[in-house]
């Protein structure tokens, strides 16, 4: 399961951890500097990424949704990956953007995104559902994003937004890497 955690903390300050690990087959490149100044890894088959930032503080990451009922849902601009691509190279604010995929997409979609600007005394930050159409800016604190909607339960994003609130790096690596295997009533019934 993909997972994001994303803590704003007073300073500003600014945690990210993420994992891709679903496709595992797709082909990527490591996070690098692209050409065009963002620093992200890269999808090698569509082009897009699933985190990045840029020199001027725009970041953005994405997961897909774990929901059977939106097999049949059309990706986004053929990939989820290229939302969090063109918002990193746009120039207008988080919230514009999300309100322009709100209008992109004028469907239910496989889809969560987050997005932010680092400013020199603040962070802005939000998320946009794609299945829910839920708009909402993040708060001072942890949010997790694992395939559901923002902040769900599930035991890995549990442990990530516990560990992020410790503002702990070895902490928040340590649930990362984990390969604890959650046991099945613990996990919402997606379908899947």
Known sequence: MCLIGIH????????IAANRDEFAARPTAPLHWWQEGLLAGKDLQAGGTWLGITRSGRFAAVTNVRDPALRTASVPFGS????????????????????????????????????????TDSIQALWLGGRSRSLMPLQAGSHVL???????????????????????????????????LASDDELPATGV
Request: with cysteine; net charge negative.
């Open 8 to 15: 704003l903390g007073r300073g500003p300050r600014l945690l």
């Open 80 to 119: 989820r990956g290229l939302m969090v691509k063109a918002f990193l190279l746009a120039d207008c604010d988080p919230q514009a953007y999300a309100e322009q995929m709100l209008d992109a997409v004028s469907e239910a979609s496989p889809y969560n995104l987050i997005l932010g600007q680092i400013q």
């Open 146 to 180: 694992s395939n559901a909607e923002l902040n769900t339960p599930w035991p890995k994003a549990r442990r990530l937004k516990a560990a992020l609130e410790t503002e702990d790096a070895v902490a928040i690596d340590a649930v990362m890497h984990s390969q604890t």
